[in-house]
């Protein structure tokens, strides 16, 4: 079983939907968790944090359910622009203060006009 | 820019020739990651350096690959004797000193393309 799962997609939907990503985790020690965004042959990069207590920036919102290892993404009033793949990351945190991140296998996400 | 930068962008190659990569991470930043993604999947941990030391290396770096990053700035990761499954995006990151698990920010990567 891979440590990050999400289902891979396609989600095709339209302007102004309100769509919502899952993804679940095994091996729960110690770790903090990420949503991060991939554009089309682009390098990933940080949408935001997932926290236990949700959090939410703009029309994104995240939430970590640690008893379930479930974690959730959703995007409301889509626009075209939020068409990306969406990865779920875990980081495994080291006595260095660094950490190796792991990575689901990204969702994808079209948003049709 | 002062982002991380890669070079080169993309990379053919014939089996069993070797290629060498670079990594310029943000300045400052001490530490420095890389990680491969093949099509249709999130990219996988290789391996990690604090400044000059290579602290973890993935099992999925076998014999063939080297990494190193000798004055702790740039890093280097090289692929000896390639082969057709080591067609990938080698993805390089970096994060700052001083915050427990500090976002990674990645440069635009390297495309190989093994014949």
């Known amino acids: 079983r891979k440590e990050v799962e999400q289902d891979p997609g396609p989600f095709n939907v339209p302007e102004g939907a309100t769509v919502a990503f899952n993804c679940t985790y095994s091996n729960s020690a110690s770790q903090s968790f990420f949503w991060y965004r991939q554009d089309c042959r682009k390098e990933p990069k940080l949408l935001m944090s997932v926290y236990s207590s949700g959090n939410e920036d703009g029309r994104f919102t995240a939430q970590l359910n640690r008893a379930s290892q479930y974690i959730s993404l959703l995007i409301r009033d889509s626009k075209l622009s939020d068409s990306a793949t969406y990865l779920c990351v875990k980081i495994l945190l080291n006595y260095n203060q660094g950490g190796k991140l792991i990575f689901g296998q990204g969702t994808e996400l079209s948003v049709k006009p | 820019d002062t982002g991380v930068s890669q070079d080169p962008r993309h990379k053919i190659t014939k089996r069993g020739q070797n290629v060498t990569f670079r990594c310029d991470p943000i300045s400052e930043h001490n530490r420095l990651y890389w990680y491969r993604q093949t099509l249709g999947q999130g990219p996988e941990f290789l391996t990690y350096?604090?400044?000059?030391?290579?602290?973890?290396k993935s099992r999925l770096l076998s014999d063939r690959f080297s990494a190193e990053r000798p004055k702790g700035s740039f890093s280097t990761l090289e692929i000896q004797r390639t082969e057709q499954g080591d067609s990938a995006m080698y993805l390089c990151?970096?994060?700052?000193?001083?915050?427990?698990?500090?976002?990674?920010?990645f440069g635009p990567g390297t495309r190989l393309t093994v014949l």
């Open positions: 350096f604090q400044n000059e030391a290579q602290l973890e």
């Open positions: 990151a970096s994060s700052p000193p001083g915050v427990w698990g500090a976002e990674q920010f």
